[in-house]
């Protein structure tokens, strides 16, 4: 009989992470992202649509249909309350996106900023109200 060697299970790698984004209109999300930031639909689920997911490369968001607001009053605005952060590589890269998004005709809740830990960021205010950072190394 052949003796079995072993193995230690191998630690689970984290791969990536989906923000969960609350929304008033599924539809009108996934036009928002399609359109203006450049994401593509993975799913829409529903009818109505209730739940759905856009990709842009390796950056998915989720967008789950809510009836009521999820924050008091302007509590988001007012202590800029991220939903979500999305990381490239580079501060070309940063600058790049943002270029391309103002082309757009996105709103931004903050412009393309240098911060004092050495990225360079800015922040998009989704239809409604999500604020998603975007944000990349301050150095070349």
């Known amino acids: 009989m052949k003796s079995r060697k072993k193995t230690t299970p191998r630690k689970p790698v984290l791969r990536a992470t989906e923000a969960q984004l609350y929304v008033a209109d599924v539809d009108a999300s996934c036009a928002f992202f399609t359109s203006k930031l ?22 998915r968001l989720n967008m789950r249909f809510v009836t009521e607001p999820v924050f008091a009053g302007d509590v988001r605005e007012r202590e800029q309350l991220l939903s ?14 943002f270029r ?26 989704d239809p409604d109200g999500n604020l998603i950072s975007f944000a990349g190394s301050g150095d070349e």
């Open 38 to 59: 450049g994401f593509n639909i993975v799913f829409v689920y529903g009818d109505p649509p209730f739940y759905g997911q856009v990709k842009r490369n390796e950056a």
């Open 84 to 97: 979500a952060t999305i990381v490239v590589k580079s501060a070309g890269e940063i600058e790049t996106l």
């Open 100 to 125: 391309e998004f103002e082309s757009a005709g996105v709103r931004f809740a903050q412009p393309l900023k240098d911060e004092p830990w050495g990225a360079k960021t800015f922040v998009v205010s």
